[in-house]
């Protein structure tokens, strides 16, 4: 890959990441932060901070998508502090760890900045108040990374205790532990398709399905340590960069490794950033240069060299930058190569080996074509013996010869020898099902003696007649749950002319259910799906569409009903729905519901709260998120008292009522500690106390003042 531009700093690159505005954010480890146009990397604006970042393996600074705010760790990492960008002025700090802090993040719609530590916790902050608004669950050690979905509806945290952590910020609840690994886990990302990326300190690489929490796929082919992590817009392609220089570009569809060192450089990669409408990929170094690759790099060259009919040329290009192959223009060339082959394929069967070769011939100086021309070549040596065999009926030698060339197995000659068979099965069926018919079933068979891979399957056919039988019962009264328990356990079945119907009628409904599903007509979709289930290759995709319409189903007929706490319950079961017209405007008034909540809450006003809550307080998947609201408006209100120096006696009512309604939480412990210096005769212990806890927090627990009795 060739550097279309560079631009050289004297400190480590720790961050390149494209703001809203379309403006380059570069950050150096000294905390020198630059604003820069992204195509010529000329420097707009910037600041200095001058804090100095020893270790930035990990994300030790995060901006806001809007460039208004930016977190940092200190440079003895004691604590974490977030800043507003225009002002320079500090917001807060959170110094609360019990150990350093290990990393930053800001989420994707800017509410708020989470500080990850050494003891394995993560607060988060509100960003444009200061306070804490919650604790994400605790790891056992260190957390090392920490990650968004596109839509900030999850975050995840990867930790040296091997686990990743999943949060709905939409819910407030804890979803998952991830566990697979068996290392630290050091860089996690979202991906597209309810997918997320995780990649421990062995370097090994985990896909996971969100929804299920199992593990999609392992990636192979990493040698090196892990640095940074990025994909392409889509997430079509994953890029990952390494301590020695590498960045290894992945096919994120097939989980290929597509090149293990699509760019190499002299020096550690210390980021990686995507620019979606230039197709660009920035990469920042250790030694202090940010340089910009388009990954699309001689589209235009290969355009000419197919005009010119120059394969091999297209094919070395192709070869330099495996992105290529994924474009039009390639596919193209692709198709040539695919019918080429067939054309000459049948060339050879028919004992034309020269116009095989003068087909062949613009392909033969691409190494990779030319092993499989020169292979072909030598394979259909012996078609002609194949080809006598077969008319000979000396099956167990044609076989023998398909067996050793399996290219023959696309031949005319071989799928005719494959019909005969399913005629003879056909036949050997309607023996077997006639109790005097065994004789004549084994008759049949004697031409296919010898064929190691017809012997095993005639031996079970002549003797598992009743399981022949029972499959072909239940398959007539459309049983397909026991056609598929009968399938998986007697593999003779699959080989019955009945079984190449039985996935014909499955792909029939898979195909018709989507059909009904782009239509509208979710009944009959889910009336095709109840069969689809029931097959084991379908089953749980069948499932989850199902799943799927059904929620979808209840989310809109709440929407006809005005039945809002059903529609939003289903938003939280299925995200997809927030995408939709009245997803996007019911997720908005919450949005805005809840910010309103937020600026009460940073006053200690409950009845402000409230207020603005109060059309959703009958709405059991917003009640944790509710109470987190609350229990911030709070502690502000305790906060506030103490402050003031408010009686003792009244703050230990409002510790006690508080940990009543919502559980000992990290605020109200630190704030506990601070109580204790500040009255030390105090004789409360948190321990002692009977504890409530978010999850089980109700709105008829709600009081003006937390200081009140309850």
Known sequence: M??????????????????????????????????????????????????????????????SNDGAYFATLTADCRDSRLYNVKTKKLITKVDRHQGEVSCVGIDPLDRYMFSCGDDGKTFAIDVKS??????????VDTVNDIAFSKNGNWVATASYDRKISLFSLVTMTAKAKLKAHSAAVMHVRFINKNRLISIDKGASAIIWNLHTDKVIERLQGIHDDVTQITTSKDDKFLFIGTKLGYVLLYDLETYKLLSPRYIKLATAITTLE??????TLFVGTDDGFVMTYNIYEDLDTIKDMLRNKNFDAIQG????????QFTEVYKMVSNLWENTLTKARIALENGEKEKALTLFSVFKNIPSKNKIIQKTIADYADFDKFVKFAKEGKLPLAYGLAKSFPIYKESKIYKSLEARWKKVLMQAQKYILDPKGAQQAKDIFIPYRGISEKTALIQEILTQSNVYKRFRAALGKKDFVLCSELMKKYKFLKEIPEYDVLMKYADTLYIKSHEFLNSGDTHSAMKMLRNLAAFDDFKEEAKEMMLDIETKQKFFNAIADNDMETAYNMMAISEDLEYTKDGRKLQKAWSDASSKAGESAVNGDAKAVEVALQE???????????????????????????????????????I????????????????????KEKYPSTKLTLEHLKQGSLSMWRPSMIVDSILDET
Not at 13 to 26: G, N
Request: charged share 25%; glycine share 4%; proline share 1%.
């Open 2 to 63: 060739k550097v279309i531009n560079s631009k050289g700093f004297n400190k480590a690159i720790i961050i390149t990441k494209i703001l809203e505005d379309k403006r380059l954010l570069v950050v150096d480890n000294e905390t020198t932060i630059r604003f820069m146009d992204k195509d010529s990397l000329k420097t707009l604006d910037g600041f200095r901070v001058n804090i100095h970042h020893e270790r930035y393996a990990v994300n030790v600074v995060s901006f």
């Open 130 to 139: 200061g306070k804490l608004v919650l604790t994400l669950p605790s790891h």
């Open 274 to 279: 995507f620019d979606g409408e230039n197709n």
């Open 317 to 324: 290009v192709v070869e330099g930058n495996p992105v290529l």
């Open 616 to 654: 959703y307080m009958h709405i059991s998947s917003k009640l944790t998120a509710i109470a987190t609201i609350f229990a911030w408006c709070y502690m502000v209100e305790l906060e506030d008292a103490a402050r003031d120096n408010a009686a003792k006696i009244d703050i230990e009512k409002g």
């Open 656 to 675: 006690k009522n508080f940990i009543l309604n919502f559980g000992i939480l990290d605020q109200i412990e630190n704030f506990y500690l601070q109580f």
